[in-house]
């Protein structure tokens, strides 16, 4: 039998008041990653300033965990300088949620793989 998902207030919290939700105009850089045995889906923009994450967005097409994970990864990002950003990892993600459950932490790999493909693109853009 299987048991059902426990979420804390914080992860409950991203749900339902997801911070920084959608994309932006004009952004720095885009990138997606996807968890292909769900199809849940994120994609995160980046607004890059001055050599720090100025401003992100995100869009999430998939559960609790992987909405809570990249809204949490839009605060915890914003604000830092891109190699600080570049550097975080998905136990940043789970310990500023207080955890997910064991069989939804790869939505927190996701949100990283998101966001560190949205990093090159913006470094690629500005290099062209």
């Known amino acids: 039998m299987n048991e059902p998902d426990h979420y804390t207030d914080r992860a409950l919290d991203h749900l339902t008041r997801s911070?920084?939700?959608?994309?932006?105009?004009?952004?720095?850089?885009?990138?997606?990653?996807a968890n292909?045995?769900?199809?849940?889906r994120t994609t995160i923009t980046v607004a890059i300033s001055?050599?720090?994450v100025h401003?992100?967005?995100?869009?999430?097409?998939?559960?609790?965990?992987?909405?809570?994970s990249a809204s949490v990864l839009t605060e915890l990002a914003t604000g830092l300088d891109v190699d600080a950003a570049a550097?975080?990892?998905?136990?940043?993600?789970?310990?500023?949620?207080?955890?997910l459950p064991p069989r939804k932490?790869?939505?927190?790999l996701m949100a990283i793989g998101a966001l560190r493909g949205a990093l090159v693109d913006?470094?690629?853009?500005?290099?062209?």
């Open 105 to 108: 932490e790869a939505c927190a």
């Open 55 to 68: 401003a992100m967005r995100f869009r999430t097409f998939g559960c609790t965990a992987a909405i809570a």
């Open 87 to 99: 550097r975080l990892e998905p136990a940043d993600i789970l310990n500023a949620l207080g955890g």
């Open 19 to 33: 911070r920084n939700a959608g994309t932006l105009s004009g952004p720095s850089g885009t990138g997606a990653d």
């Open 122 to 128: 913006a470094r690629v853009r500005a290099t062209a």
């Open 36 to 40: 292909p045995s769900c199809g849940d």
């Open 50 to 52: 001055d050599g720090h």
